[in-house]
């Protein structure tokens, strides 16, 4: 028996339209492997930062962290999710082509638009049922930024192009700005909260999580991210937020000393937030099922052999199709 078989009394048979009060929270450590840029948009905008408390109490002095907002964060897993539906037809047609994200043209029907929601200017629309909020780096900002100086040099890999014609002085490289990054090593910590899914949709989800690696701006350069799941927990109710658990973490790592270390062991953070998730589990008015880190490891073991096998993977994917009462696409 899988370990999604075993707790499949905390996830739904078959998908509703009406809300069943089951939730699966994901614990997230994303471990930034590369420099990264978090912003709103346009280059040469800063990061994404806000003021908050270091630790749990309320005497914690006040730090600036630094935010991927939720938007980043699932737009790039539903992507990855969109890429896969696709390379197995499993995204359906429209009137106006084929389903995609941004266009006004959801399908209304594939995994995706039944997950992530979607909203037609016909008048159709899906709430999301998965449940995000901004990303807080578990360090001060202070610690894990930095800036970098960028140029747009010409074909002489100078920033100077020599005269092209008698009389011309020459021309001066214009192209020169600065961005702020993230340094590699920095970790930021999330929940996503699934909502009435069922165990096809879970694997889906967790799969789009684990197989996404590119985050924020520039990505096709920097941002290269690994997101490792530190805990699962199955309820009747929402827990507690991403800032909450943030802050818990930084409190159990940093101890008794003035300041947390950069970088962390990431084993050391994932055991941290561990013990938070616990200690915050005391304020949730609600049934609360924490999966043993031994059940985790099984679960994305189980995850890599599904992953690994196209057609086993196709036929759970078809499956949880079907499952919305939709026929196939057409091959």
Not at 199 to 227: D, Q, W
Not at 233 to 245: I, W
Not at 315 to 320: E, I, R, S
Request: proline fraction near 4%.
């Amino acid at each position: 028996m899988s370990v999604i078989d075993t707790y499949a009394g905390h996830l739904l048979t078959n998908y509703s339209n009406n809300p069943r009060g089951k939730y699966v929270s994901i614990f997230l450590v994303r471990r930034i492997e590369s420099e990264a840029i978090f912003r709103t948009e346009g280059s040469g905008e800063p990061l994404n930062k806000e003021f908050v408390h270091a630790g749990s109490s309320a005497n914690s002095p006040v730090v600036q962290r630094v935010v991927i907002s939720k938007r980043k964060q699932t737009a790039v897993e539903r992507r990855t999710g969109r890429e896969l539906l696709r390379s197995l037809n499993l995204l359906f047609s429209t009137k106006d082509g084929v389903c995609s994200l941004n266009a006004n043209n959801p399908c209304e029907k594939c995994i995706d638009c039944m997950a992530y929601g979607y909203a037609a200017g016909g008048g159709g629309a899906q709430r999301s049922r998965i449940i995000t909020d901004d990303a807080f780096s578990l360090h001060p900002a202070s610690l894990i930024i930095d800036t970098k100086t960028f140029n747009a040099p010409f074909d002489n890999t100078s920033p100077w192009l020599p005269a092209q014609k008698e009389g011309d002085k020459g021309k001066r490289m214009t192209g020169l700005g600065q961005d702020e990054y993230v340094r590699p090593q920095a970790i930021f910590l999330d929940i996503e909260t699934l909502h009435d899914v069922t165990p096809g949709e879970l694997r889906y989800v967790l799969g789009n999580i684990l197989r996404s690696t590119r985050y924020g701006a520039i990505s096709s350069r920097i941002g290269k991210v690994r997101n490792t799941i530190a805990g699962i927990a199955f309820s009747d109710c929402e827990l507690f937020s991403n800032l909450e658990l943030t802050q818990h973490t930084y409190d159990v790592l940093r101890g008794n000393a003035d300041e947390l270390e950069f970088p962390l062991d990431e084993r050391a953070v994932v055991q941290a937030v561990g013990e938070a998730a616990l200690a915050l589990r005391k304020r949730v008015l609600g049934q609360v099922t924490l999966l043993p880190s031994n059940d985790i490891g099984t679960l994305i073991e189980e995850l890599g052999i599904l992953y690994g096998d196209e057609e086993q993977l196709r036929n759970d994917l078809q499956a949880t199709t079907r499952s919305y009462g939709r026929n196939l696409p057409e091959a």
